[in-house]
C-alpha cells in the first residue's frame, strides 16, 4: 500500500463519515415529510364534515335571524299602533279635561279671593 492509497482510503473513510453525517439528518426529515403529509390528508378528511356542520349552522342562524327580525318589524308596528292610540286618546280626553280643571281652577281661584 502506498501513500496514494492510504489518501484514497482517508478520502473514502471520509466520504463515508459524511454520508452518514448528512443521512441521519435527511432520514429525520423524510419521517417529518411523512407526518406533514399525514397530518394534512387527516386535515383535509376532517375538515369536510366540519364545512357541512358550519353550513348547517350558518343556515340556522340566518332562519333565526329572519325570525328575529320579523318580530322587531312586528314590535315597531305594535309601537306606532301604542303611539297612535295614546295621541289619540290623549286628544279625546285630554282637551275635555284640561278645560275641566281650567273651570274647576277658575272657580276655586274665585272663592279663595
Known amino acids: 500500500m502506498n501513500a496514494q492509497d492510504i489518501a484514497a ?7 463515508l463519515l ?5 443521512g441521519v439528518p435527511l432520514l429525520k426529515l423524510g419521517r417529518i415529510f411523512d407526518e406533514t403529509s399525514r397530518v394534512v390528508k387527516q386535515v383535509s378528511d376532517d375538515l369536510s364534515p366540519l364545512v357541512e356542520e358550519l353550513t348547517v349552522t350558518v343556515r340556522e342562524t340566518n332562519k333565526q335571524l329572519a325570525r328575529v327580525d320579523q318580530i322587531t ?3 315597531s308596528e305594535i309601537s306606532g299602533n301604542i303611539n297612535s ?3 289619540v286618546v ?5 282637551s275635555p279635561l284640561i278645560k ?3 273651570f274647576i281652577n277658575s272657580i276655586l281661584g274665585k272663592k279663595s279671593k
Open 18 to 22: 459524511l454520508v452518514i453525517f448528512l
Open 90 to 94: 290623549s286628544s279625546t280626553v285630554g
Open 85 to 87: 292610540l295614546v295621541a
Open 9 to 15: 482510503l482517508v478520502a473514502a473513510g471520509t466520504f
Open 73 to 75: 318589524e312586528n314590535v
Open 100 to 102: 275641566a280643571a281650567s
